[in-house]
């Protein structure tokens, strides 16, 4: 398969179908649908017929491009650094806001409101959480995970608690666990407060008025060249308060222009007001 | 066949499991300081040990390793080590871009993805190397190397400690050299 038939395919797509991937990293969205071919057992042409006549099939191929690996209290490291040094000043906010961009099955929103909940800052906290993929919306609604590959999450959550000096929460008091479904379904008073909705970063404008507080984004941007990358986080620039957080991955970084209008502490981004003479 | 050695190389791409850690750090304390190519180290990692593997590295490298954050550049005479729970693609313009896409042969980072990318990015300019391992990834990207031109070196089964990854390799191809861990240090410092 020739690089051309391949960036062609994604005008198609982009021509006949809500979802443009364009501007993914090449080599790994090529893969993704050298993948996909492989899978269905279709060339190039067979790919495109599908697009362009099934709406089904182009649903499961946005899941099946798009990449949904998230963990309960993913790099601990993070959330002990956000539970001591960044969440506490919120305190003083009569109403907080966040947003999850690219929440995949939502166990990082979960993760978050379960420190919020530890603070006492539950009640003021309204949080969106958004993902291009409809699938793993419906996922992270119900908030229901396999026990079995969750498991280890315990300890996780056990040696957070242990450092931030709660020794007393358990796991249980969020989480019920079903063994015999083998299944562990975060409580309900944790469950209603996100709001979920599917939504692209891409293609589509910031569907929300007000300003965030903090803004996790995970490793979503990997996904995109440079130059994708650049305008979704001017996006995410333009919606943080003053001193707001970014979020990323563990192996993320904001390049270009932007790098100097946030301040870095390990993958926790603040949005600095410093005036920039350079670019004003 | 005989390949032709390309004026210079984009990359070297070294993978092997978590047991060829020494081994590479071996490669690392003994390659020329002034080694001219981007090295890019792919390897199995253990689970819950998430840190300490880069300072080891470096405690011993001729030349300067670094995790490299994603989109990073490579440069020549640097070191590339696949971060935990990523994988490592090379794209066409020399830059990485880590993904946490599903595991493959149980494994994130996994040998065969940074093989493939850089296979398909590299082409005749790279060699790859694979050592000692206790898993099959790797064989079928370092099989890939070799069939988009690039060089390709397999660690002597004879010589590793575990050597289900090098003897999947050598079913499945016939690399341009089986070497020892001497010979693969020769190789490099003669590039």
């Known amino acids: 398969m020739g690089d051309i038939t ?5 005008e198609e797509l982009k021509k006949h179908t809500p979802y443009n991937f364009c501007d993914y990293s090449d080599n790994s969205i090529q893969r993704r649908i050298e993948k996909i071919l492989k899978d269905h057992d279709m060339d190039m042409n067979q790919l495109l017929l599908k697009t362009k ?50 929440c995949s099955t939502g166990q990082e929103v979960y993760s978050n409101l379960i420190l919020f909940n530890e603070l006492g800052l539950l009640d003021h906290t309204n949080v969106v959480a958004t993902d291009i993929n409809q699938k793993v919306i419906r996922g992270a609604k119900k908030g229901e995970y396999d026990l079995n590959f969750n498991n280890r999450y315990i300890e996780v959550f056990d040696s957070l608690m242990n450092k931030l000096g709660n020794k007393s929460s358990d ?32 293609e589509e404008e910031i569907p929300f008025y007000q300003k965030f507080d903090v803004i996790f984004c995970r490793n979503v941007l990997i996904y995109f060249n440079p130059e994708l990358q650049l305008k979704i986080v001017r996006k995410f620039y333009d919606k943080l308060y003053d001193g707001g957080v970014l979020v990323l991955g563990t192996h993320e970084a904001l390049h270009g222009f932007f790098k100097t209008k946030f301040i870095k502490h390990g993958m926790v981004y603040t949005k600095s007001n410093t005036f920039h003479f350079k670019y004003k | 066949m005989v390949k032709n050695k390309p004026a210079y190389y984009k990359g070297i791409v070294i993978g092997g499991s978590a047991g060829s850690f020494s081994l590479v750090t071996k490669i690392l304390s003994r390659i020329k300081p002034d080694f001219k190519y981007p090295i890019i180290i792919c390897l199995h990692r253990l689970k819950h040990i998430r840190s300490g593997l880069l ?29 935990s729970n990523y994988h490592l693609f090379i794209e066409f313009d020399s830059t990485v871009s880590l993904s946490t896409e599903e595991v493959l042969n149980h494994s994130r980072p996994s040998i065969d993805h940074t093989f493939f990318s850089a296979a398909t990015s590299f082409r005749e300019k790279m060699v790859g190397i694979l050592l000692t391992g206790a898993n099959k990834d790797g064989a079928r990207g370092i099989k890939d190397v070799h069939n988009k ?43």
């Open chain 2, 55 to 83: 300072e080891g590295l470096n405690l011993k490298s001729n030349l300067s390793v670094v995790e490299p954050y994603d989109k990073l550049r490579l440069e020549g005479g640097k070191v590339y080590l696949a971060p």
């Open chain 1, 171 to 202: 796991f249980g008091k969020y989480f019920e666990m079903n063994n015999a479904k083998d299944t562990m379904k975060v409580k309900d008073f944790i469950v209603k407060k996100p709001k979920f909705r599917r939504h692209d970063l891409v």
């Open chain 2, 149 to 191: 031109n690039g060089f390709t070196i397999v660690q002597d089964p004879k010589t590793c400690d575990v050597d289900m990854m090098t003897k999947s390799a050598l079913q499945l191809f016939n690399p341009d050299k089986v070497l020892s861990p001497e010979e693969i240090i020769d190789f490099l410092n003669s590039l």
């Open chain 1, 6 to 10: 391949f960036k062609k395919y994604l």
């Open chain 1, 53 to 102: 006549t099934d709406d089904d099939f182009v649903e499961k191929l946005v899941d099946d491009i798009t990449v949904n690996t998230t963990e309960l209290f993913r790099n601990p490291e993070t959330w002990e650094y956000l539970y001591t040094k960044v969440f506490p000043s919120l305190r003083k906010k009569k109403s907080i806001n966040i947003w999850h961009a690219g």
